[in-house]
């Protein structure tokens, strides 16, 4: 049964950082398409950052607007762990973040929500002015 279990939320200060992990289990996920979503309250889930494998040894990612910059995301495959650190937190960074996972890497675009198949349970951020 494929897991993705989401930590490293909290409450911060503006212009902290705070580094979010994502551990998944199930099955391998060298080949997947990682990505991280968030959703504010009264608000559409967002594509936050995605990273996709293109070769053996080589990745890309993507970033929102909105967070490229602050963040950045990584995958560890020997742990089956993909991070997001977050820096120069904002207010409106305030979300649960989600981790997904498209385990095959099917897709080239990273920020579509249905092109990802499994998902985790959130983790809250909350960054306090």
């Known amino acids: 049964q494929v897991q993705l279990v989401e930590s490293g939320g909290g409450l911060v200060q503006v212009g902290d950082s705070l580094r979010l992990s994502c551990a998944a289990s199930?099955?391998?996920?060298?080949?997947?398409?990682m990505g991280w979503f968030r959703q504010a309250p009264g608000k559409e889930r967002e594509f936050v950052a995605a990273?996709?494998?293109?070769?053996?040894?080589?990745?890309?990612?993507e970033y929102a607007d909105s967070v490229k910059g602050r963040f950045t995301i990584s995958k560890d495959n020997a742990k089956n762990t993909v991070y997001l650190q977050m820096d120069s937190l904002k207010p409106e960074d305030t979300a649960v973040y989600y981790c997904?996972?498209?385990?095959?890497?099917?897709?080239?675009?990273?920020?579509?929500?249905?092109?990802?198949?499994?998902w985790g349970q959130g983790t809250q951020v909350t960054v306090s002015s």
């Open positions: 997904a996972a498209d385990p095959e890497g099917r897709y080239n675009i990273n920020s579509v929500a249905a092109n990802y198949d499994y």
């Open positions: 199930g099955r391998t996920f060298s080949r997947a398409t």
């Open positions: 990273i996709r494998r293109t070769g053996t040894m080589s990745y890309y990612a």
